[in-house]
């Protein structure tokens, strides 16, 4: 009977303590609360941590040096963060307790398209500026939203650079292979490419997509193998990038350029593969060579916030790194502009944006996604991660073609 | 069947503990008033417990009360989030209407792959369900009118009136609910409950069991794809990953195990501790709350493996419960 009772109570108790408000994070005093659902877990945690080294350093600059100013009055900041597990439905409800429970004033995007998608939408039923730098499929910015704006080049321009690259080398490439996860970035992203490869006279021999969970992709290699591209493209993420490498080594399989969508600019994809890494290719959407002259009230140059990253993390800077920076840019001249944490003022402060920043010009279209920033061509060299392309940005010239396996 | 042979099937009858139920029936009042004082966030984790509650009925009622244990459920809660999906882009924009069809499609469906699959029995009937839901997330992730693998965005009510999806799952919920309720102590759940004891044995007596079991399954089918017909306007934005999630699959089960296989209480139950639990964990526990959310899971199984329901029904107090745990080690 007392056992009866206790479990009933329990019920009760669970229910009143799901209930019960929980206390708003931002304490008395002047704080302006952003809230993300990142990627701390799942499938994507490595570049949720980088989104996450991206958001805090610019919370510690900001704080360092004397917070934000609105209307004359001067705010710290704070950023209240949950675990979205990779889930594109978790991440949703998450941004809805940030919104609800913790009172955030504005939000960061989580990392991925997926996730940004189902958080725009809460955003925008919530009337809540969001911001975020890891969403680049354009059907996020297809649906009239108004109060989601993204940092980033759309998905459709991660893979031309590369294209653009190998067709102007010696011997020009012609033919061109893409593999792809089934998710909607990497599926915009393939098409993209495809679109590109196309329209400036290469054929595409090959091109299939395998489930984004997928852990072995070594059929997909063996067909991509019988039609000898020149170029080998993947859309993916890092583990894509790392399983598809392993696979066209092992099954020796050589073109003149191997490039990635997301992958080699992570540093784990170096450290992972080692001399494998050498000699490819990846779209980014920054790296620490691009030359923009930022405007005051962060680190003006792409080389300083590289060396910020480098001597607080560790490592060195990724672009998932300086997008998210950069969606938090957006909100501190956004906020600045607007002179209030009123979030309509601020949509619309952020809708007129116009400013550049270490990470390049952020501006954003009707859509509200930035289609202003060009994409750069990283690729491994000796292990270092060097920009080839374009040209007026790079600090180095692209190894072509690639080396067999081994001799790398 | 005489009253003790029940008592031993189900626990303290066919539709399980009734101090439980009745336990149950008040908490769903008590939900009804969720949206009143808790708008927003609250609304949405009750909404999702519902969610989960209506899915675990369903799954009780071919996995607890007929003995099939289904890991394919998940099927029809894909299926019926994207009837919604369909419906919402050719302009439909009514939940009661969501809800019809994803029922009708649903039965349709269980009763078809049904037909074959149903002839299975034990682990072959599992693995059987599994590949069922892998290839409708399949096929759907490779349909382009269905959004293939972008999913599809499904236009929602403005925030003042959002609480039209709470109070449509809820209905749901209490739908499953009452709907396992009456069909366990109708002829229909006698039958079921014959088929899991002694399938064999029900044939002898005159039970069709293909027929039966096809029924179970259309009915289990149509509670969780009544959860998604809900789930995907309330969400907004559907897609394979989302509609088809292992978390989707396997949580009902779960739910149902840990509050009571086999009764009218457990699933709900099960839904409230584990969605609940899960959510309580990710507030205070930021980067380990899968950890905490698994080493439950295992507690729960090891010191009630008879589910919680059981604890209702159970005479004698912590001494009996200890000597009920040393009989199942045993």
């Known amino acids: ?408 | 069947m005489n009253q003790a042979t029940l008592k031993r099937i189900g626990l303290g009858g066919i539709t399980g503990n009734p101090i439980a139920f009745a336990v149950v029936l008040g908490l769903m009042a008590l939900l009804l008033a969720i949206p009143l004082t808790h708008n927003g966030y609250i609304e949405v984790v009750f909404r999702n417990i519902l969610m989960y509650a209506a899915m675990a009925y369903g799954w009780n009622l071919i996995g607890g009360y007929t003995g099939y244990v289904s890991f394919g459920n998940v099927a029809f809660f894909g299926i019926g989030a994207y009837c919604s999906a369909v419906l919402a882009t050719h302009g439909v924009d009514n939940v009661l209407l969501y809800v019809l069809l994803a029922m009708a499609v649903c039965a349709a469906f269980a009763a078809v792959v049904g037909f074959p699959v149903l002839r299975l029995k034990g682990h072959y009937f599992g693995i059987a369900t599994l590949g069922v839901a892998l290839a409708v997330a399949d096929i759907i992730a490779n349909l382009d009118v269905l959004g293939g693998t972008g999913g599809l965005a499904l236009h929602q009510v403005d925030e003042a009136h959002f609480s039209l999806y709470y109070y449509a799952m809820w209905l749901v919920t209490l739908g499953s609910m009452l709907g396992t309720f009456f069909i366990a102590r109708s002829k229909l759940g006698y039958a079921f409950v014959a088929i899991r004891e002694n399938e064999d044995a029900a044939a002898v007596l005159g039970i069709s069991a293909t027929r039966y079991k096809i029924v179970a399954w259309a009915i289990s089918a149509m509670m969780a794809g009544a959860a998604g017909a809900v789930f995907a306007p309330a969400n907004g934005f559907i897609d394979p990953s989302i509609t088809f999630a292992i978390d989707s699959n396997v949580f009902p089960i779960v739910m149902t195990i840990l509050g009571g296989i086999g009764t009218v209480a457990g699933p709900f139950i099960g839904a409230l501790l584990l969605a609940g639990a899960n959510e309580l964990l990710q507030r205070f526990f930021v980067k380990a709350h899968t950890l905490f959310f698994g080493a439950m899971i295992v507690l729960i199984v090891l010191l009630l493996p008879r589910g919680l329901v059981w604890l209702f029904g159970l005479r004698g107090g912590v001494r009996a419960w200890l000597k009920s745990l040393a009989v199942y080690k045993a």
């Open chain 1, 1 to 408: 009977m007392k056992l009866r009772v206790t479990a009933a109570l329990g019920a009760l108790a669970l229910c009143a303590s799901l209930a019960a408000p929980s206390a708003p994070v931002s304490a008395a005093g002047d704080v302006i609360v952003f809230g993300s659902p990142v990627s701390l877990t799942g499938n994507l945690t490595k570049e949720g941590h980088l989104t996450q080294e991206g958001y805090d350093l610019w919370k510690n600059y900001v704080n360092a040096h004397g917070g934000i100013k609105v209307a004359g009055k001067s705010y710290k900041v704070e950023i209240k963060y949950y675990d979205d597990e990779s889930k594109n439905d978790t991440s949703a409800q998450l941004a809805e307790r940030l919104i609800d429970q913790d009172h955030v004033n504005f939000l960061l995007g989580p990392y991925g398209s997926g996730t940004s998608f189902t958080v725009a939408q809460i955003a925008e039923r919530k009337k809540i500026p969001m911001v975020e730098g890891n969403g680049a499929a354009e059907k996020i910015f297809n649906q009239g939203f108004k109060y989601t704006f993204g940092v980033l080049s759309p998905a459709k321009r991660y893979l031309e650079g590369i294209l653009e690259m190998a067709r102007a080398q010696k011997p020009a490439a012609q033919t061109v292979a893409i593999t792809a996860a089934s998710d909607a970035f990497s599926q915009e992203v393939a098409a993209g490419a495809a679109a590109y490869a196309t329209s400036h006279g290469m054929k595409v021999v090959y091109s299939n997509k395998y489930p984004d969970t997928a852990t072995d992709v070594s059929s997909i290699i063996s067909a991509l193998k019988q039609t000898n591209p020149d170029v080998i493209l993947n859309a993916g993420h890092l583990q894509d990038a790392l399983l598809v490498q392993k696979g066209l080594k092992e099954q020796n399989v050589l073109a003149k350029a191997y490039g990635y969508s997301v992958g080699p600019d992570t540093p784990d994809f170096a450290n992972a593969l080692g001399k494998d890494a050498n000699g490819v290719f990846g779209g980014a959407q920054w790296s620490d060579a691009v030359k923009y002259r930022g405007a005051p009230g962060f680190y003006t140059s792409a080389r300083e916030y590289a060396k910020a990253i480098d001597s607080t993390y560790h490592h060195r800077a990724d672009y998932h790194n300086a997008e998210s920076t950069a969606a938090c840019l957006a909100f501190q001249y956004a906020i600045e502009q607007a002179g209030s944490l009123d979030p309509a003022k601020v949509r619309d402060a952020l809708a007129k944006l116009d400013v550049t920043t270490f990470y390049g010009i952020l501006k954003f279209d009707n859509r509200g996604l930035n289609v202003y920033k060009p994409m750069v061509v990283n690729q491994i060299q000796n292990g270092r991660l060097t920009t080839v392309w374009p040209q007026f940005t790079a600090d180095g010239k692209p190894k072509y073609p690639t080396l067999a396996w081994g001799q790398r």
